[in-house]
């Protein structure tokens, strides 16, 4: 049993495409996180990132290989691997018809909680970010960053010890987008585990304590920024990505 909160161990996904036939979104990649960190995964789109974080969120099953969460096994204890984190991604996906206070309280329920527990629980997330404005609005009539706040809520109601979030601000806009950078930035200062995954070389580089390149479904490159700015010989996280994946530079761009 890992003693990290996040350990992945040669962690492998095929699946097979009509046109391309069997394919490897990831290709063996390992690498751990500690608490009270944000590790980022930076790569392009199709680099692997989302298909391991939801291979670490149980929602697929690895082909070989496999992790654990809070030192519960993906393959043999899913159900433990899920009461321990928290995933959102950038797509919010709530219920229109239910009020923000239901829908973070459904979250709620789904993990054990009620009565007075739930309440109070319920209360406080609210009180802690700010919701009472739209508390008892339905999440069809939100606002995009109200919308995001709700998504926060119901990802953290469970108080758990690792966050796992895919490309959290894409597509939102300035205000909504410093409100996920206040409460992951918070989630760390707290002690939780936070695996962030972005294309984004400017969030990475504010945001992460330390950065995993992803690219062809392989990491290329881990370390602190400052870590892979003296490996690479510079103080560019894009220039950094490009040599660590082997791309030409100074190649005209197609």
Not at 19 to 39: C, H, P, R, Y
Not at 116 to 141: P, Q, Y
Not at 151 to 163: E, F, G, K, M, Q
Request: glycine content about 10%; some cysteine; proline content about 3%.
């Amino acid at each position: 049993m890992s003693q990290k909160p996040v350990e992945v161990v040669n962690i492998v996904k095929h699946y097979k495409d009509r046109k391309k036939g069997l394919v490897t979104a990831v290709k063996g990649i390992s690498f751990s996180a500690d608490a009270g960190e944000i590790f980022g995964l930076l790569g392009p789109n199709g680099a692997g990132k989302t298909t391991t974080l939801r291979m670490l969120a149980t929602i697929l099953e690895p082909t070989d290989g496999t992790a654990y969460v809070a030192g519960h096994d993906i393959i043999t204890d899913p159900d433990g691997v899920r009461s321990a984190l928290g995933f959102m991604s950038g797509d919010t996906g709530l219920y229109g018809r239910l009020t923000a206070r239901e829908m973070v309280a459904y979250f709620g329920e789904l993990y054990g909680m009620k009565g007075s527990e739930l309440d109070e629980k319920v209360n406080a997330i609210g009180e802690k970010l700010g919701m009472g404005e739209f508390w008892n609005r339905r999440c069809a009539k939100l606002s995009t960053g109200q919308k995001q706040k709700v998504s926060i809520a119901r990802t953290v109601i469970h108080n758990p010890p690792v966050l796992i979030l895919d490309e959290p601000t894409s597509g939102l806009d300035v205000i909504a987008s410093r409100n996920i950078v206040r409460f992951i930035r918070s989630a760390r200062d707290e002690g939780k585990c936070v695996l962030l995954s972005t294309h984004d070389m400017g969030e990475a580089e504010r945001m992460c304590d330390r950065i995993a390149i992803i690219h062809n479904g392989l990491i290329s490159a881990v370390g602190t920024k400052q870590e892979l700015f003296e490996k690479y010989t510079t103080d560019n996280l894009e220039t950094v990505f490009l040599r660590a994946v082997g791309i030409d530079e100074t190649a005209e761009i197609a």
